[in-house]
């Protein structure tokens, strides 16, 4: 449990509080993960200088975007925070005999609100409060800090300089090799659901755009719903092209068209099933659990392909004995027989994911989630297979049952095959004899293949990561980052650049001043430069509407780069001493 976890390490961090400096102070961070940065967005403005942008951003947007639902805190990038700066005279603190500490310590005292507790007039009680934060330079320059031998008080103006600058900067944000931009991150709790969170979090800039200072623009320059949104269009299509698949294979094999439906329909209803039990588990569709489901596909269908190809069976040698017969009961006792076996497969399969329920740490929290998902889909699918797929048999497979030798493509496949098992029967020992050579063969360069945690994502976009020299300068760190960011946005297939170097606030954020991330949007792949793909099909005089058909199968055009070759140009461009490429696909 979180919660419970972060108030056992608060109670440590009371009883250690007052063992620690006075300036020494502790808390704890969001309750959020590195991984939580589902949005970020910039302000830009032609007639305000970073440091107004910043305190647009701290003192408005930020405050207004941590009350959303779901977002544990806003961190802010870039830009200069607005500071009193106190410049003191160090031969006038002699004259005046007067120690840093005082001067520090009047100066505190003087920046506070002060509470009065009650007036009682006319039979009501007003509450009596001292306002004394400062609000210009001049409040903090008629500070007194002393008085004088004379009994004349002794103010700030006396012995310092007072004026207003920039906060001691470790980290900056840029956008498109344009300059300096002020940033902000929205970080998400630990646990919610990004899509709905970050549509919150736009319907709520939307109504902050209201109150900005003119000419001030909200630009967004990360948003992973795109992502969210590309991953479940994927498993859409990937269940359509699967619905379509089993179809064209029953309509084919069975020449049924009634059939491929009751196969079709453990498809969407598994799935249905699947996010009908994640939801009151609070499993999110993510990667990984749309993953699941991806991985479940492929096999929920075969139990009521089996199903139905058996009750076919079973209604042609009802025909072929000349006797009369009960449909329905012909359907029933086909059911009966592949059923039991039917559902013990599926629920074997469904239990082989249960170790990686054992997995802890960083592996169990990415793909616990994938485990769920696929066990619920094929649990989902294996109840089906005996309660309502024998039920849409006896009420769909009707008409006309063709036997299997008057099918030209299943006489080809027998045919086929018959030599094969034919062999396999008369030779057993052999077969297993090679099966079992073949098994040790594979050891060799199963043994060399090596291993990785998890394949590399590509979303659609890049994250860049070089580093720097350690003890760079935040000048010189903003020179390379605007430098670096220009020569990105010069490629084609870049729609837009976000660099940070140094850390957000946010802790959240580690990176040291010395590391550069940058934020690479790409265009959609169908608007970079392109190059032909001579087909089979390119010089025949087809109807646009067909030629559109095979093009979506065989596209004539693809990009001129691939994602890797494109992520390789990029490092070629960049070449700066002192400067240590590494890009990641994300």
């Not at 009596?128 to 004349?152: A, C, M, Q, T, W």
């Not at 646990?191 to 001030?216: C, F, M, Q, Y």
């Not at 068209?257 to 994640?278: D, K």
């Not at 099966?435 to 063969?441: D, G, I, K, P, R």
Request: aromatic share 8%; hydrophobic share 45%; proline share 6%.
């Amino acid at each position: 449990d979180l919660y419970w976890a972060r108030s056992r390490v608060l109670e440590y961090l009371s009883g250690i509080q007052g063992s620690l400096p006075p300036e020494a102070k502790t808390e704890l961070g969001p309750d959020a993960t590195g991984v939580g940065w589902v949005y970020e967005y910039a302000l830009e403005s032609q007639n305000h200088s970073l440091q107004e942008l910043r305190s647009i951003q701290d003192w408005y947007l930020r405050y207004e975007l941590t009350s959303v639902e779901g977002v544990a805190e806003v961190a802010s990038i870039g830009g200069y925070v607005k500071q009193y700066q106190i410049t003191l005279d160090p031969i006038k603190l002699q004259g005046y005999d007067l120690p840093i500490s005082r001067v520090v310590q009047a100066i505190r005292r003087s920046n506070n609100d002060v509470g009065g507790k009650l007036v009682e007039m006319a039979e009501t009680e007003y509450m009596v409060r001292g306002l004394g934060y400062f609000k210009n330079l001049e409040d903090v320059e008629n500070v007194p800090v002393g008085v004088s031998d004379g009994g004349v008080p002794i103010l700030v103006r006396d012995i310092a300089e007072v004026g207003l600058g920039p906060e001691l900067r470790r980290g900056l944000a840029e956008l498109n090799g344009e300059g300096e931009v002020v940033g902000g991150v929205v970080v998400m709790r630990l646990g919610e659901n990004a899509l709905t969170t970050i549509d919150r979090v736009k319907e709520k800039l939307e109504s902050l755009k209201a109150g900005l200072p003119d000419g001030v623009e909200i630009v967004p320059v990360y948003d992973r719903s795109t992502l969210i949104w590309k991953s479940i269009q994927v498993l859409s299509r990937k269940l359509t092209e699967e619905m379509i698949v089993v179809a064209l294979v029953c309509a084919l094999f069975l020449l049924h068209f009634r059939s491929a439906f009751v196969a079709i329909f453990t498809l969407p209803v598994g799935i249905l099933i699947s996010f009908l039990v994640m939801y009151p588990l609070g499993i999110n569709a993510n990667i990984m659990s749309l993953g699941g489901i991806a991985i479940a596909i492929g096999v929920m269908v075969d139990a009521s392909v089996v199903m139905v190809e058996n009750a076919h069976k079973h209604l042609e040698r009802a025909r072929e004995s000349g006797k009369p017969f009960d449909r329905d009961s012909v359907i029933i006792e086909a059911a009966k027989e592949v059923g039991p076996a039917l559902f013990f497969s599926l629920v074997i399969i469904t239990l082989s994911f249960l170790p990686v329920f054992t997995l802890q740490a960083q592996e169990g929290r990415l793909f616990r989630p994938l485990a769920f998902t696929k066990t619920f889909a094929m649990a989902a699918s294996s109840v089906l297979a005996i309660t309502i797929i024998p039920v849409l048999m006896a009420l769909l497979v009707r008409g006309k049952i063709r036997p299997e030798h008057k099918n030209p493509l299943s006489r080809f496949f027998i045919w086929v095959y018959q030599p094969f098992i034919h062999f396999v029967l008369r030779f057993p020992k052999t077969v297993i004899l090679v099966a079992a050579l073949v098994t040790l063969v594979t050891v060799l360069p199963y043994r060399s293949l090596g291993g990785e945690f998890i394949p590399p994502l590509y979303e659609g976009d890049f994250l860049w990561m070089p580093t720097t020299d350690p003890g760079i300068s935040i000048t010189k760190s903003r020179e390379v980052l605007q430098q670096t960011n220009k020569i990105i946005r010069e490629f084609p297939e870049v729609h837009h650049t976000f660099g940070k170097i140094g850390r957000a606030q946010t802790s959240t954020d580690p990176a040291p001043l010395s590391m550069v991330e940058t934020t690479i949007m790409l265009k959609p792949a169908e608007e970079w430069p392109q190059r032909e793909i001579k087909r089979f099909y390119s010089d025949w005089p087809l109807p646009d509407t067909v030629r559109g058909w095979l093009h979506h199968v065989w596209p004539e055009t693809a990009p001129a780069r691939t994602p890797a070759e494109l992520d390789r140009a990029i490092n070629d461009a960049i070449q700066f001493p002192g400067l240590t490429n590494a890009s990641m696909e994300g």
